[in-house]
């Protein structure tokens, strides 16, 4: 039961929906100020990302270092990047809890490195 005059915790302008909402802002703004990436901590978002979608749970270390070609230490090293920069979150200790928090970047194909000209396209 609630208090009176107070709402009940659900709902809007409650302290726990306050500080709910105060949350997601807070998350939100750490998703939208994520850090550029290096190289290998880009190739290292694409796995995990491409992981996660073709088997619905993220890797484990040793997976990941296998589809990487690098050892566990240097795969370790790339996931504290990614968390350092605000691209994924890991609940430390527990096995296989790597979320994604923004997808990784693609590259621009119409940028003209993608682009052929016609000549490379003649047979």
Request: include cysteine; charged fraction near 20%.
């Given at each position: 039961?609630?208090?009176?005059?107070?709402?009940?915790?659900?709902?809007?302008?409650?302290?726990?929906?306050?500080?709910?909402?105060?949350?997601?802002?807070a998350f939100?703004?750490?998703?939208?100020?994520?850090?550029?990436?290096?190289?290998?901590?880009?190739?290292?978002?694409?796995?995990?990302?491409?992981?996660?979608?073709?088997?619905?749970?993220?890797?484990?270390?040793?997976?990941?270092?296998?589809?990487?070609?690098?050892?566990?230490?240097?795969?370790?090293?790339?996931?504290?990047?990614?968390?350092?920069?605000?691209?994924?979150?890991?609940?430390?200790?527990?096995?296989?809890?790597?979320a994604i928090?923004?997808?990784?970047?693609?590259?621009?194909?119409?940028?003209?490195?993608?682009?052929?000209?016609?000549?490379?396209?003649?047979?």
């Amino acid at each position: 039961m609630s208090l009176p005059n107070t709402p009940p915790p659900n709902e809007p302008g409650s302290p726990a929906h306050q500080a709910a909402l105060a949350a997601v802002v807070a998350f939100a703004a750490q998703v939208m100020n994520a850090r550029p990436l290096l190289p290998a901590q880009l190739d290292c978002l694409r796995v995990l990302s491409e992981w996660i979608n073709d088997h619905g749970i993220a890797p484990t270390l040793t997976q990941l270092a296998t589809e990487l070609d690098m050892s566990k230490g240097q795969a370790r090293a790339q996931l504290r990047g990614l968390v350092r920069k605000g691209w994924i979150t890991r609940g430390w200790g527990r096995a296989r809890s790597i979320a994604i928090l923004r997808d990784p970047p693609m590259p621009d194909f119409t940028d003209p490195v993608f682009l052929l000209s016609d000549e490379t396209t003649r047979c």
